[in-house]
């Protein structure tokens, strides 16, 4: 088919791309525009695989250009958003523009287009803390940021199409993804770049518990409700359904790292005490169930992956500053 990526130049946005073209589609992916004519993480893909990628350039903000994006597509995978929760703190009308304007812009040119399918892109940062546990789907949504309440909103404008024009939406909710190409904003990059290069782990709150998922798993997942009749009208956790705390996150890493180092908590790296998520552990029966889908990579396994990634591409991880 012929498939559309929005957010093709980031971290799960790249890895999807090169899936995509793995299982035979022509993939034509959206960047965001800039004078460098930089392709983000595209720009790391071997040259060949390059080749077989159309590449546009845009931003989701502005109708007209997503619009010649969308036409001529048989899906779209929207992933375009801001992502940066503690820039979304002092940035929220970007959120805003980008996640809420950007996703009624993507819906309304696939409706306009006749898209067979959009797989839009959530985030288990929607549920907020953890009401119960694991949480399905039908856990309430909680905006406890800036970002997470952007999202939340995204998440309904494409419910909205699905409901009110029948467009063929599958709304994808991914807990924490990792691996290789992740950018340093995020705390498995933040801590391993700080072990190669710092004197101590500088973290935020470590009691925090989050469920991650390596990033093929999260891109089979993607690859799986593009293809499932039963997935249209449906939202879907992608993630383990296994918690660790971040304290118990960074003392793993450096074990496998073979590096002793003090763990310490920065002031400045903590959320506002009622906007901090304390608990994330998915449910992925749903997934499971209506996709078939289940994750592959044990937390070990892709934590060694991506401290091979991190160390053999330094340049890219600046462990001296907050990545926000």
């Known amino acids: 088919m012929n498939v559309l990526v929005t957010g093709s130049e980031g971290f799960i946005g790249s890895h999807l791309v090169e899936g995509l073209l793995t299982a035979g589609h022509s993939v034509r992916a959206f960047v965001q525009y800039n ?5 983000g993480w595209l720009d790391d893909l071997p040259p060949d695989r390059l080749r077989e990628i159309e590449v546009v350039t845009g931003d ?18 929207h992933l375009a958003a801001l992502i940066a929760i503690p820039y979304s703190y002092r940035a929220p009308m970007e959120y805003v523009q980008t996640n809420v304007i950007g996703t009624l812009n993507v819906v309304q040119a696939c409706l306009d287009e006749g898209v067979e399918r959009v797989m839009h892109t959530s985030t288990s940062e929607v549920y907020g803390t953890a009401l119960r546990v694991p949480i399905d789907e039908a856990h309430p949504l909680q905006g406890q940021s800036p970002y ?3 999202k939340i909103g995204a998440d ?9 024009f029948q467009l063929p939406v599958v709304t994808v909710r991914p807990f924490n993804t990792y691996g290789p190409r992740q950018s340093a904003r995020a705390v498995i990059p933040t801590i391993i770049a700080q072990a190669r290069a710092s004197d101590a782990i500088q973290l935020g709150e470590l009691t925090a518990v989050r469920d991650f998922n390596f ?3 999260t891109v089979e997942g993607f690859l799986h409700a593009g293809r499932s009749p039963k997935a249209v009208g449906e939202t879907l956790n992608f993630c383990q359904g296994k918690g660790i705390t971040i304290g118990e996150l960074a003392a793993m890493i450096l074990a496998i790292m073979n590096i002793k180092k003090e763990i310490k908590t920065d002031q400045q790296r903590f ?3 009622q906007s901090e998520v304390m608990k994330l552990i998915g449910d992925n029966r749903k997934a499971r169930e209506l996709l078939g889908w289940t994750p592959k ?7 060694r992956a991506t401290v091979d990634w991190i160390l053999a591409h330094p340049e890219f991880f600046k462990a001296e500053i907050y990545n926000q």
């Open 60 to 77: 989701v903000r502005d109708p007209f250009v997503v619009r010649k994006a969308v036409h001529g597509m048989n899906q779209v995978y």
């Open 148 to 150: 997470s309440a952007s």
């Open 271 to 273: 959320r506002p005490p």
């Open 156 to 164: 309904k404008i494409a419910e909205s199409f699905h409901l009110a």
């Open 35 to 39: 004078f460098r004519n930089n392709w």
């Open 215 to 217: 990033v093929t798993d």
């Open 297 to 303: 990579t044990k937390l070990e396994d892709g934590l």
